[in-house]
């Protein structure tokens, strides 16, 4: 298993570093910038990373795994709140990057880590693909989840 790991400060500005920074980690290896594994990831990375530094205003660490199935993104930070699930209204600009993660990842979750959290999710790359030849691309969840595992259930459906 291959591990990957980039500190981000807490600023805003540290959302696109971290992205720039995980296009380059995936590119190495081995999959491509254009494929739509990487696209998903890079937008899971970016809510993580954004819900770490927005909402904790405390420095985080991401983390990439490489190996086996899938991939797993981890973004650990010091505050002990817990992630919690807004309810975006209209034209809100925030306030869906949860809902986002649930529907984007295979699994998802959280955990205590010391002072303070790990947030985590993983994409199953054969998963993935079957799901992206069968859409096209798109993909979308019904979700039955635990307080702290999240596994949606997948069924095709095209976002307009």
């Known amino acids: 298993m291959l591990q990957v790991q980039l500190e981000v400060g807490a600023d805003p500005a540290e959302v696109g570093r971290a992205r720039r920074w995980a296009r380059s980690r995936l590119a190495g290896s081995g999959i491509g910038d254009d494929e739509p594994l990487a696209e998903t990831l890079i937008l899971l990375?970016?809510?993580?990373?954004?819900?770490?530094?927005?909402?904790?205003?405390?420095?985080?660490?991401?983390?990439m795994l490489f190996g086996g199935p899938g991939v797993r993104v981890e973004v650990a930070d010091a505050s002990d709140r817990?992630?919690?699930?807004?309810?975006?209204?209209?034209?809100?600009?925030?306030?869906?990057?949860?809902?986002?993660?649930?529907?984007?990842?295979?699994?998802?979750g959280w955990q205590r880590e010391g002072a303070g959290k790990r947030i985590w999710c993983e994409i199953d790359r054969a998963r993935k693909a079957e799901s992206d030849?069968?859409?096209?691309g798109a993909s979308a969840d019904a979700s039955c989840c635990t307080p702290e595992v999240h596994t949606p259930v997948r069924e095709p459906r095209l976002y307009l």
């Open 45 to 63: 990375i970016s809510e993580l990373v954004t819900n770490a530094v927005v909402h904790t205003g405390c420095p985080a660490v991401l983390r």
């Open 82 to 108: 817990a992630p919690a699930r807004r309810q975006a209204c209209g034209e809100d600009t925030g306030g869906r990057g949860l809902e986002l993660v649930d529907g984007l990842a295979d699994r998802w």
């Open 133 to 136: 030849a069968a859409t096209g």
